[in-house]
């Protein structure tokens, strides 16, 4: 690879770091060709882009990019592979279910949004995190609850409250 090739990918790797809040690091070796290409069907599905560089190219590219990777450098040793999405729990998703049928991808480290995780026990964690639709709409739910029950109220009493009323407005005369 000549240094102008080696500079190409370190563009774009730079490129997709400050582009993607969430990057996960996998080792994704010993799969067939057939395996890799249908992780990758199967990565796209999910909205979720990879990319295999070496490490070297990667590191330089980290260094380059505009945020703080921390541990996440140590964690660039053997085969590595970067997988890019703009949801923090897909490529977790993808991954587990990719290893139903294959013991790679291993997770060797993720960044969601400044956050880093190390190690393929955080698999699990990450499966389960919500996405921001996913809390907006928890909290668009929880905000509707009390107006609904003041409503709901509201219906239920609608006799009583017109009785209540018009009761006080004849009070007054």
């Not at 774009?12 to 996998?26: C, D, K, R």
């Amino acid at each position: 690879m000549t240094r102008e090739e080696k500079q190409l990918v370190i563009d774009g790797l730079v490129e997709s770091f400050n582009n993607y809040q969430f990057v996960y690091v996998t080792d994704s070796s010993d799969l067939s060709a057939q395996d890799n290409n249908a992780l990758r069907r199967m990565l796209h599905k999910h909205g979720v882009s990879m990319q295999v560089a070496k490490n070297t190219l990667i590191k330089k590219a980290l260094e380059k990019s505009e945020q703080d990777w921390g541990e996440l450098v140590d964690t660039l040793k053997g085969t590595t592979a970067l997988l890019f999405a703009s949801n923090p729990k897909a490529s977790a998703v993808a991954i587990k279910d990719f290893r139903k049928k294959s013991e790679k991808p291993i997770l060797k480290g993720a960044f969601i949004d400044s956050d880093i995780f190390i190690g393929d026990n955080q698999l699990d964690l990450l499966s389960n995190l919500k996405t921001k639709e996913e809390l907006v709409g928890e909290v668009i739910t929880l905000l509707q609850s009390p107006a609904k029950n003041v409503i709901s109220a509201l219906q239920s009493g609608g006799g009583t409250l017109a009785g209540l009323l018009k009761t006080l407005s004849e009070k007054e005369n």
